[in-house]
């Protein structure tokens, strides 16, 4: 008995967020879902038409199910918003292997290993005022300074972190965990750019800070947020834009701030409190005020970009260095031939 093809099959049906009932009449009922139940318990075997009606109903290629996989996903952080259902929830764990798997196997091809090394590991917080220089400190240690930071995705692929961006329903906002050891924040693709770099380092919180055992999810939740936050627009920075006290802050000034900084007005808003810019009056003023147009419409947008290249730059390279098969790197990087060799084309 194959003991991969088990694994790849239950692996695919979740990808395509499909029950065994709905996978059995994709396949147009050539095989039952009490079948397809014993397969991917590893007690039967199907035949190689079985196995192609499978792949196809699968879109993919029947040798998917023979690839060996060494992925293992653990440490798992949901960020949600509202419940999420089992299939939704297995279907990006599974994405996020994928993609990972896809990673590594890119990397591997370039003998190109990154480590990540957390430098608040032997840091441990006691309570979330700490977060303030904590920041300060890793901001030193990174060499980030405190100018704007660019590209928050590219940054934190650029010190070992893969990042995945998935289509998923709105409720859904991103992810931590750990796959063979390597950091993994998945992010919402639907998101606006503030959102994303927000969330990105909300999960960073997650993997980088050593928080009390005892604390409550809540608690958790409020130090990354703030981490997050800092992370944005540090302490000082804050100050320097703002002052302190301020009595009324322009609506101008938090629209300027969100354009050069990518962190949504709202976002700011609660920095400034916890900082104790504004007092709990001002505060609950503008999110009564902010409650009809959270979105944000109207009001400014980040004017950089949030986005990784590495995958991309990393995928064409051994295309164009014909390390493996143009239909090998298109699957690896889940586009059409045709699409790659446009690219390839442009080679100088």
Known sequence: ???????RL???????KL??????????LIVSYNAIKK??????????PVISALAKALAVSPDYFFKPSKIELTNVEFRKRAKLTAKEISSIKERVKDHVERYLEVESILHISQEFVNPLANKPISSIDEIENTILQLLKEWNLGYNPIPNVIEMLEEKGIKIVEIQAPLEFDGLAAMVNSIPVIVL??????????????????????????HWESKEIERCCHRFASA??????VMQTLLGKPRTNITLDELISIKEQYGISIQAIVRRAKDLEIINDYAYKNFFIWISKNRKEEG???????EKSYRFNLLLYRIAAEELV???KAAALGEMKIADLRTVLDKML
């Open 1 to 7: 008995m194959n003991n991969t093809f088990p694994i």
């Open 10 to 16: 239950k692996q695919a049906r979740l990808l395509a």
């Open 19 to 28: 029950s065994l009932r709905e996978l059995s009449e994709r396949a147009n």
């Open 39 to 48: 397969y991917e318990d590893g007690k039967m075997m199907p035949e190689e």
């Open 188 to 213: 919402n693709k639907a998101y606006t750019p503030e959102r994303k770099r927000l969330t990105a380092l909300h999960e960073l919180g997650h993997i980088m800070l050593k928080l009390p055992h």
């Open 231 to 236: 992370m944005l627009v540090s302490k000082p």
């Open 299 to 305: 009001l400014g947008s980040y004017k950089g970009e």
């Open 325 to 327: 098969s143009l239909a």
